[in-house]
């Protein structure tokens, strides 16, 4: 009687289609709830209002103003998952820039070509930005200093030295080549006309035309996506993203 029943039990499926509709949308609800945001601000917008929002220049220039938030958003999405929180990050944002527009400066200057001058700020804001890491993960990890106050305490002294490089005002004497590496895209469209590469083919334009081109992928667009698919194979495929999880799920355990 009893293996009559398991068998029987054996035969029914495991959870009704129900609950596998309610499974599969608790994993996937974030991006369920990424999409209906979407389709309502796309709805709104187009309601509400006037057409040139959803242009492919506008939509691009809004791309490119959100890639700095977004690049913050994934090195503070470790530290969340690590159950840890870090209030320093916009301005030691505002440092690396600070150092990297003075390497750049004084590289270029010093007759270092552009690439390589612009190599060398990259190590520069990158090598500052991570000192301030370090910092602050010594203090939390060996002093036992909560990451709330530590962070909130760098934050303002990070602030004073960015304020201190950069003498309270924008950086200039920057290359004329500088503003490529932030404005150029991948591909371009000049409608009537036809479109390219943008970097292979770039278009001699002027006038009418050059307001009817639009530039589709801008570098700083490119790039960020690429960081956000590293990212997600850190935090998926390897060792180091199992690690993070388990700290933050229970760090006595994961250590």
Same mark, same amino acid.
């Given at each position: 009687?009893?293996?009559?029943?398991?068998?029987?039990?054996?035969?029914?499926?495991?959870? %009704?289609?129900?609950?596998?509709?309610?499974?599969?949308?608790?994993?996937?609800?974030?991006?369920?709830?990424?999409?209906?945001?979407?389709?309502?601000?796309?709805?709104?917008?187009?309601?509400?209002?006037?057409?040139?929002?959803? %242009?492919?220049?506008?939509?691009?220039?809004?791309?490119?103003?959100?890639?700095?938030?977004?690049?913050?958003?994934?090195? !503070?999405?470790?530290?969340?998952?690590?159950?840890?929180?870090?209030?320093?990050?916009?301005?030691?944002?505002?440092?690396?820039?600070?150092?990297s527009a003075h390497a750049?400066?004084?590289?270029?200057?010093?007759?270092?070509?552009?690439?390589? %001058?612009?190599?060398?700020?990259?190590?520069?804001?990158?090598?500052?930005?991570?000192?301030?890491?370090?910092?602050?993960?010594?203090?939390?990890?060996?002093?036992?200093?909560?990451?709330?106050?530590?962070?909130?305490?760098?934050?303002?002294?990070?602030?004073?030295?960015?304020?201190?490089?950069?003498?309270?005002?924008?950086?200039?004497?920057?290359?004329?080549?500088?503003?490529?590496?932030?404005?150029?895209?991948?591909?371009?469209?000049v409608r009537g006309e036809?479109?390219?590469?943008?970097?292979?083919?770039?278009?001699?334009?002027?006038?009418?035309?050059?307001?009817?081109?639009?530039?589709?992928?801008?570098?700083?667009?490119?790039?960020?996506?690429?960081?956000?698919?590293?990212?997600?194979?850190?935090?998926?495929?390897? !060792?180091?993203?199992?690690?993070?999880?388990?700290?933050?799920?229970?760090?006595?355990?994961?250590?």
């Amino acid at each position: 009687m009893t293996d009559s029943k398991a068998m029987a039990g054996f035969d029914e499926p495991a959870l %009704s289609a129900g609950k596998r509709a309610i499974l599969l949308i608790s994993r996937l609800w974030a991006w369920v709830f990424l999409a209906l945001m979407i389709v309502f601000f796309v709805v709104a917008v187009g309601v509400f209002s006037s057409a040139t929002f959803l %242009s492919v220049r506008n939509s691009q220039n809004i791309l490119v103003a959100i890639v700095p938030v977004l690049l913050l958003g994934l090195g !503070q999405t470790f530290v969340i998952i690590a159950a840890g929180i870090d209030l320093s990050v916009g301005w030691v944002m505002s440092l690396a820039s600070v150092l990297s527009a003075h390497a750049i400066r004084a590289a270029f200057n010093a007759g270092v070509p552009l690439f390589l %001058s612009v190599v060398l700020g990259f190590v520069a804001g990158v090598g500052g930005a991570a000192l301030v890491g370090l910092v602050n993960g010594l203090i939390i990890a060996k002093l036992k200093v909560p990451a709330f106050i530590v962070t909130l305490g760098t934050s303002f002294i990070v602030r004073g030295m960015s304020l201190l490089f950069s003498e309270n005002t924008t950086v200039i004497g920057l290359p004329e080549g500088i503003r490529d590496y932030g404005n150029e895209s991948l591909f371009y469209w000049v409608r009537g006309e036809g479109g390219g590469f943008y970097i292979l083919d770039k278009p001699e334009v002027s006038g009418e035309l050059l307001r009817s081109m639009d530039r589709i992928l801008a570098w700083p667009v490119v790039i960020t996506a690429v960081v956000v698919l590293v990212c997600l194979f850190l935090l998926k495929r390897t !060792q180091f993203g199992r690690h993070t999880y388990a700290i933050g799920g229970n760090m006595q355990a994961a250590l």
